[in-house]
C-alpha cells in the first residue's frame, strides 16, 4: 500500500524553525477546516478562512491532502500520549475514563474531522494508509487499557472487539456533543465504565470456570 509523503520535498520545514512554522500553520489552517466537511474546502478555502497567504501554504504544503494528513496525524498522536501517560504515570481507569470523555467533549471538531477523513479513505485510497496507520496505535492503545482494566488477563483476543466498542462510544459522544445533546457527558462516562465493568466481569467468570473443571 502506497502511504502519503507528509513532507514536501520543496518545503521549508528542514530545520527546527521551520518545522515549527509548518507546525504553527497547520494548526491555524485546521481550526478554520474542522468546522466544515472535508469535501467541501480546497487550500485555498482553508488559506482565506485561516486568514493565511496561500502562496505561504503552498510553500509548506503541497496540496490539501498533504496539510490534512500532517495535522490529523500530529493530532492524533498527542491524543494518543496524553493517554498514555495517565495509564503509565497515573496507573488510572478513572482517569483514563474522563480524559476520554474530555477530549470528545472540548476537542469535538478535531475528532469529527478525524471521523470525516476515516470516512473519505473509503472513497479516496490516498488516506488509506494514514487512516490505517492511526488506527493501528488506537487498537494498540486499547490493549493498553485493557491491561490496565486487569493486569492478569492477555488483551490480545479482546482488543478488536474492545477497540471497535470504545470506538462506537466515542463517535457516538462526539454525535451528541455535534448536535447540542446536555447529557453527553453523563451517558459516555456511564457507557465507558460499563465496557470495564464488563471486561472485568467477563474474566473473574473464566477464573472461576477455571478452578470449578474437573
Do not use: C
Not at 488483551?155 to 453527553?184: C, H, K, M, S
Not at 465496557?195 to 473443571?213: I, K, N
Amino acid at each position: 500500500m502506497t502511504r502519503i509523503k507528509t513532507e514536501n520535498p520543496h518545503s521549508g520545514h528542514k530545520t527546527a524553525k521551520g518545522l515549527q512554522r509548518k507546525t504553527e500553520l497547520a494548526d491555524q489552517a485546521l481550526r478554520s477546516l474542522s468546522t466544515q466537511s472535508y469535501a467541501r474546502t480546497s487550500l485555498r478555502d482553508i488559506a482565506a478562512a485561516a486568514d493565511i497567504n496561500l502562496g505561504r501554504l503552498h510553500y509548506y504544503f503541497g496540496d490539501k491532502s498533504e496539510l490534512i494528513v500532517f495535522t490529523v496525524r500530529r493530532f492524533k498522536q498527542t491524543f494518543i500520549a496524553r493517554l498514555a501517560d495517565i495509564i503509565v504515570d497515573r496507573h488510572s481507569v478513572e482517569e483514563a475514563i474522563e480524559a476520554l470523555v474530555e477530549s470528545a467533549m472540548t476537542s469535538t471538531a478535531m475528532h469529527r474531522f478525524w471521523y470525516d477523513l476515516r470516512n473519505q479513505s473509503l472513497f479516496e485510497p490516498k488516506y488509506q494508509a494514514v487512516v490505517t496507520e492511526i488506527e493501528h496505535d488506537l487498537k494498540g492503545m486499547t490493549g493498553t487499557v485493557l491491561r490496565l482494566i486487569d493486569p492478569t488477563r492477555d488483551p490480545e483476543p479482546f482488543q478488536e472487539l474492545a477497540y471497535v466498542t470504545l470506538d462506537g462510544i466515542f463517535f457516538q459522544g462526539i454525535q451528541a456533543v455535534t448536535f447540542g445533546d446536555e447529557g453527553v457527558r453523563e451517558r459516555m462516562t456511564q457507557a465507558l465504565f460499563a465496557v470495564v465493568m464488563a471486561y472485568r466481569a467477563a474474566g473473574t467468570a473464566a477464573l472461576q470456570e477455571s478452578f470449578t473443571d474437573p
